[in-house]
Structure formats: structure tokens, C-alpha cells
């Protein structure tokens, strides 16, 4: 028999818990190559993937401090370096990321149109390919976005709402822990939006709570911070072994003009203007066997939610040089966005050679470029090593 003539049983039961045995053991896998890195991060005292969660108040009241403040203030309390916690809490996250990802794709009937993206070096694997561009605080709003998510599809409105308005209080403490959060809190309105029908009531309530998002970025606006608060921080935690002002703490003293200047100089050499649109390009080929779930993102208001939330990025991206931190966090909105309509996708009925080369096409995808989160923005150039 040809190899063309052969059909595998692509639709069937057995070959769908297969699949998901497959895809559970792919992400335990990156889990702990993950949970890995994280280990690493603090033997190095990394300044960003561990600096960047313990800004902290000890300086006075600055953007950035709220989270770390608690962390410093518990360690303190139960006498543990607080990089411990910080570990903790990024392995806390990456699992719940990775936890409600997994029952999200467990409900749809097949997983073959999400191989891509399952299996792409960005969705699951951005930490593992440029690691010092993972275990920043936007796995925060991850792991909430794909809770939420889950919540919508998982219970009922009632239940689903009582906890989005629950989110929507935590949020101005996110902001207050990294205000670049703010931008992506349209992304989680458009999950709210396509679930439960607007009233008058639910429209007060949610101008209410944002109002206090708005506020809570309006400090960090005026509450920038300034060498003396980066020093002082920085002396906060010298027991710990956190004395490098020249990462995450040290940003604190940097003017936004000065931001524009550090981004302009990659901007200027023709990386990020080559590479970065190219490597979204590629990026948004494994959306494609999705692409009639997320047809809702180009109605109003959901696209009017997203254009808010792209603007801000832009905004972001003159002034802060990890554009693949930002474009990372997009993506997976978009891949969990994805999940809040049925709309049927469709299975496809591949031949014997169609599924080789298939299975080939997605090796290369996921295996020959990766999304960088900045400075050397070549997508097709391997970087391994922690900076």
C-alpha cells in the first residue's frame, strides 16, 4: 500500500487522548525546563528575572514597589531570602498559565488545529528560548487572563462575573506592581464583554472598578522614582545579595527621554525595524487553523478594546526596549481569546504523505526561530545563555 493511500484515524477518540497525553507531557516537560531557569535566575541573582519583582517602598512610594514591597516585608518576617519568594511565585504562575491552558484546549473537540500553536517557540516556550526575557511580572495577568478565560467557559455567568469583578479589584494592585500591566487590561474586558450581556448596572459597576485602575496608574505616572529611590532600594536589599543598579531597579531613574534614546539606538542600527516584523509575521502563521475564532476581535467593541490595548503597547515601545516581552503577551491573549467562541473549526483529512509533511512543517515551525524579547532581535539566532 502507498504511503499517499494511508488515512490515519485523525478524528477519532483515541487519537484525541493521545494527543492530549502528548501535549500534557510536552508542557510538564517545559514546565521543568522552566522551573529550571527560575532556579538558575537566583543563583544568579539575575537583576531582571529576580531584581525586577523586589522594587520595593523602601525608598518611599514608587511605581513598581506594591508586589515587591509584600515580598520584602514577608521575608523579613519569616527570615527567608526574598528571591526564594519570588521564585515561588513565578513557579506559581507558570503553572497556572500552563494549568488552565491545558483544560482550555481539553474542551475543544479537536486539538489539531492549535498544534501550531501548542508546539510554536513562543506560546509556551518564550522563558525556555530567551530566557531573561521570561519571569517578568506580565505572567501575572497570564495566568489571570487564561483563569478568567477558563472561568467563561467553565461556570456558570453568574459565578463567571462575581469573580471577573473580583479581578477587576485586584487589578489596580498589578498596576501598582508594574504599570505596563494597564495596557493589556482591555484584552480582559473583551473576555467579560463576550459572556455576559451589558447592562446599565454592570456598566456602572465596571466604570467603578476601573476608575480605580485609572488612579492607581496615575501614581506611577507621578511617582516615577529617581536615582536616590533606585539607591535606596538597592540598599534594602543587600543582605540578599541585590546590589546591581544597572537592571530593573536602576530603570527606576530612568526618564522617559531617556528610554526613547536607549530604544532608538537598536531602533537605529535596523534590528528591531527588520527582525521584529518579521518575526510577528511568522508568529501569526499558527493562527491561522484558529483564525475563525478570533473573526469576533474585528467587531465592535472587542476591536476597539484591542486597538487601545495595541496603542498602549506602541506607546510602551518607544520608551522601553523588550519589544518581544510585549508582542509575547499580545499573542497569548490572542491565543486565549481564541477560546471564548465555538465557532467550528475545521478538521482536516489529511493523506498518508499530507500528514508527513505535515508533522515536518511543524517540527521546522517549532524548532527554526523563536521570538526574542530584545537587544539582538534576529529571530533565527539561538540564544542560550542568561545574560
Not at 185 to 193: R, Y
Request: with cysteine.
Amino acid at each position: 500500500m502507498a504511503l499517499g493511500d494511508i488515512r490515519p484515524p485523525l478524528g477519532t477518540p483515541l487519537f484525541r487522548r493521545i494527543l492530549l497525553g502528548v501535549v500534557l507531557a510536552y508542557l510538564a516537560v517545559v514546565f521543568a525546563l522552566t522551573v529550571r531557569n527560575g532556579f538558575e535566575a537566583v543563583q544568579l541573582r539575575h537583576g531582571w528575572m529576580i531584581g525586577d519583582w523586589l522594587i520595593n517602598y523602601q525608598g518611599g512610594f514608587v511605581r513598581r514597589g506594591l508586589l515587591g514591597e509584600g515580598i520584602f516585608q514577608v521575608a523579613a518576617l519569616v527570615d527567608v531570602n526574598p528571591d526564594k519568594i519570588v521564585l515561588t511565585l513565578q513557579t506559581l504562575c507558570y503553572a497556572g498559565y500552563f494549568g488552565f491552558s491545558f483544560l482550555l484546549l481539553r474542551m475543544q473537540k479537536s486539538l489539531l488545529p492549535y498544534l501550531f500553536l501548542i508546539f510554536s517557540p513562543f506560546l509556551f516556550m518564550f522563558q525556555i528560548h530567551d530566557v531573561a526575557g521570561g519571569f517578568r511580572k506580565e505572567i501575572i495577568f497570564l495566568v489571570l487572563m487564561a483563569f478568567i478565560v477558563w472561568m467563561a467557559k467553565s461556570r456558570p455567568t453568574k459565578i463567571f462575573e462575581r469573580w471577573f469583578y473580583g479581578l477587576l479589584l485586584l487589578f489596580p494592585a498589578l498596576i501598582l506592581s508594574h504599570e505596563v500591566i494597564a495596557i493589556w487590561l482591555p484584552l480582559l474586558l473583551i473576555v467579560f464583554l463576550t459572556t455576559v450581556p451589558l447592562t446599565k448596572k454592570r456598566s456602572i459597576i465596571l466604570m467603578i472598578l476601573l476608575s480605580m485602575s485609572v488612579a492607581a496608574f496615575s501614581l506611577t505616572l507621578l511617582y516615577r522614582g529617581d536615582a536616590q529611590t533606585a539607591a535606596m532600594i538597592a540598599y534594602s536589599l543587600r543582605d540578599a545579595g541585590y546590589m546591581n543598579l544597572s537592571a530593573a531597579i536602576a530603570v527606576l531613574a530612568r526618564t522617559p527621554a531617556e528610554g526613547m534614546q536607549f530604544t532608538g539606538h537598536y531602533m537605529e542600527r535596523g534590528e528591531y525595524l527588520l527582525y521584529y516584523p518579521q518575526a510577528i509575521l511568522i508568529a501569526l502563521l499558527a493562527f491561522i487553523p484558529v483564525r475563525k475564532r478570533l473573526v469576533f476581535v474585528l467587531e465592535t467593541p472587542a476591536m476597539l478594546l484591542v486597538l487601545i490595548s495595541l496603542l498602549g503597547s506602541v506607546v510602551v515601545m518607544i520608551t522601553a526596549a523588550d519589544w518581544g516581552r510585549f508582542i509575547y503577551v499580545v499573542l497569548v491573549s490572542m491565543f486565549l481569546l481564541s477560546f471564548l467562541t465555538d465557532e467550528k473549526l475545521g478538521e482536516p483529512a489529511l493523506s498518508g504523505r499530507a500528514t508527513v509533511i505535515a508533522a515536518i512543517s511543524l517540527l521546522a515551525y517549532a524548532t527554526l526561530w523563536y521570538l526574542p524579547h530584545s537587544a539582538f532581535a534576529n529571530p533565527y539566532i539561538w540564544r542560550e545563555v542568561v545574560p
